[in-house]
T-cell receptor, first 112, second 115 residues
C-alpha cells in the first residue's frame, strides 16, 4: 500500500503571501491530521479532518485553514504568511484518527 | 490537558550499547494511547508502537522493547545492541479520549549512535 504523500516537498514564500499544501492519505484512511514542527515549539497539532468535516482543532490562528475532499485528500491553507510560519508541515493519516497515525514526508515551508 | 515530557534532549552512545529513552506523561483521562515515533534526518515520522492505557503488558520487537508503567506514568523505550541506523530523533506521544485524534508530543530525544 502506498504511504502518505505530501506536495510540494519544499516551498519558499514571501511574507504576506498565501500557500496551499496538499496531502494524500493511505488508501482507505478517512482521517487526516496536520501538524506543524518548528525548532522552538516542537510538534503541534493544527487540525483533523474526518469524512470531509473538521473534527478537531488545535490552537492556531484563523489564518490556518484546511479542507478534505470526498476521496479523503486534504489541503491546508495558510494566508498572510508570517516569518514564524516557517516550519515543517506534516500530514498524518489514520483509519479512524484515534489509532496510530501514519505520517507523510512533510512540506518544508520557508517564509522570507 | 495532556502533557508529555522527554527529559533527555540528546543521548550519544557507541554502537552495540543498550540505550533507554525516557517518557513521562500526564493526563486526567482514564482511556488514552501512548506512541513512539522515530524521525530520521529525512524528516518523516515513522510509527513504532502504540500502547492502550488498559494494557500494561510490555512489548518486545526485535531489538526494541517498551516498558509501560501506569504507576509512574512512564512509557520508556529501550534499544538493545544499538546500531548506527538507529540514529534519529525519537518522539513519545499521547492521545486521550477527550482530545480525540490530537497527538501531544514530547520534545523529542536526539539519539546518536557512533560506530
Amino acid at each position: 500500500k502506498a504511504g502518505v504523500t505530501q506536495t510540494p516537498r519544499y516551498l519558499i514564500k514571501t511574507r504576506g503571501q498565501q500557500v496551499t499544501l496538499s496531502c494524500s492519505p493511505i488508501s482507505g484512511h478517512r482521517s487526516v491530521s496536520w501538524y506543524q514542527q518548528t525548532p522552538g515549539q516542537g510538534l503541534q497539532f493544527l487540525f483533523e479532518y474526518f469524512s470531509e468535516t473538521q473534527r478537531n482543532k488545535g490552537n492556531f490562528p484563523g489564518r490556518f485553514s484546511g479542507r478534505q475532499f470526498s476521496n479523503s485528500r486534504s489541503e491546508m491553507n495558510v494566508s498572510t504568511l508570517e516569518l514564524g510560519d516557517s516550519a515543517l508541515y506534516l500530514c498524518a493519516s489514520s483509519l479512524t484518527g484515534i489509532v496510530e497515525q501514519y505520517f507523510g514526508p512533510g512540506t518544508r515551508l520557508t517564509v522570507t | 490537558a495532556q502533557k508529555v515530557t522527554q527529559a533527555q534532549t540528546e543521548i550519544s552512545v557507541v554502537e552495540k550499547e543498550d540505550v533507554t529513552l525516557d517518557c513521562v506523561y500526564e493526563t486526567r483521562d482514564t482511556t488514552y494511547y501512548l506512541f513512539w515515533y522515530k524521525q530520521p534526518p529525512s524528516g518523516e515520522l515513522v510509527f513504532l508502537i502504540r500502547r492502550n492505557s488498559f494494557d500494561e503488558q510490555n512489548e518486545i520487537s526485535g531489538r526494541y522493547s517498551w516498558n509501560f508503567q501506569k504507576s509512574t506514568s512512564s512509557f520508556n523505550f529501550t534499544i538493545t545492541a544499538s546500531q548506527v541506523v538507529d540514529s534519529a530523533v525519537y518522539f513519545c506521544a499521547l492521545s486521550a479520549e477527550t482530545s480525540g485524534s490530537r497527538l501531544t508530543f514530547g520534545e523529542g530525544t536526539q539519539l546518536t549512535v557512533n560506530p
